[in-house]
């Protein structure tokens, strides 16, 4: 068995494709939850509040709640009101994004931004694509939710953040001054604060290699990578994982066994 004290678990990819519950997450989740081990749902889905995430999670039959619930969104929140305060934000992302940033007092505005947030944008036009191409190129400071390229779901893989801070990189030619979601570690280690668990006692649990284990490993915690969502089985890149550290399992049926015996 793996020795842990809180159990932190990627979303897409990991817990639901689309807005099915991969199997063995409702299971894995509920067993945790019935033996009081403490766990959160880290995600770069910046598209949807912590509520809607965990709505879905709940309709799919995985029972988490929206406190155990935490989104690029809100890490962007969180930093952004100490590192830029006063500063005028335009947003490449969903209302649910811009209504993050409200909530920890961001200006979210349409014209003369101090700045560009890009995240996760099912909203996406190309009239907002060319402003936030022009606010860049006219100085904005250049900031995103997360860098995945993009975001699994059933039968196929969406563009996410990633692939538009690549379209925007390549008409602008700069790139993000600050990245908040994963794989920066800083967000994994103020989720284990505010659970009051420490990142070493932690397991975190994703599905995307470049991604998830680096956020883990950096932040001091333990790392498990399922292969059920952007890694699979025969990936090449499977060859670079570092040596220790890292479980690899190809479902979430084994690993459960690895956490509950």
């Known amino acids: 068995?793996?020795?842990?004290?809180?159990?932190?678990?990627?979303?897409?990819?990991?817990?639901?494709?689309?807005?099915?519950?991969?199997?063995?997450a409702s299971e894995l989740v509920s067993l945790l939850q019935e033996k009081g081990i403490p766990?959160?749902?880290?995600?770069?889905?910046?598209?949807?509040s912590a509520r809607d995430h965990a709505l879905q999670l709940q309709r799919s039959g995985i029972p988490v709640y929206s406190k155990q619930v935490y989104t690029s969104a809100r890490a962007a929140g969180e930093e952004m009101a100490k590192l830029?305060?006063?500063?005028?934000?335009?947003?490449l992302g969903t209302p649910s994004l811009a209504a993050e940033l409200g909530r920890h007092g961001i200006q979210v505005v349409e014209e003369l931004p101090d700045a560009v947030l890009v995240g996760f944008d099912q909203t996406l036009s190309y009239e907002r694509l060319r402003k936030a191409c022009y606010f860049?190129?006219?100085?904005?400071t250049f900031l995103?939710?997360?860098?995945?390229?993009t975001c699994?779901?059933?039968?196929?893989?969406?563009?996410?953040?990633?692939?538009?801070?690549?379209?925007?990189?390549a008409t602008t030619g700069r790139r993000p001054e600050r990245i908040f979601g994963k794989p920066d570690p800083g967000f994994l280690k103020r989720v284990a604060e505010s659970m009051g668990v420490d990142p070493a006692g932690c397991l975190y649990v994703g599905d995307r290699l470049e991604v998830d284990i680096p956020f883990a490993l950096n932040a001091g915690a333990m790392a498990a990578l399922v292969l059920s969502g952007a890694t699979s089985v025969g990936d090449p890149l499977l060859d670079s994982l570092p040596q220790g550290g890292v479980l690899v399992v190809k479902d979430l049926w084994e690993l459960r066994g690895y956490l509950l015996g």
């Open 84 to 91: 830029y305060p006063d500063a005028a934000v335009y947003v």
């Open 144 to 149: 995103a939710t997360h860098p995945d390229p």
């Open 1 to 24: 068995m793996v020795s842990y004290s809180a159990c932190l678990f990627d979303l897409d990819g990991t817990l639901l494709l689309g807005r099915k519950a991969i199997s063995g």
């Open 152 to 169: 699994p779901t059933e039968g196929q893989h969406l563009p996410d953040a990633g692939a538009l801070l690549a379209l925007l990189e």
């Open 136 to 140: 860049l190129e006219h100085g904005a």
């Open 39 to 48: 766990l959160a749902v880290i995600t770069n889905n910046s598209a949807y």
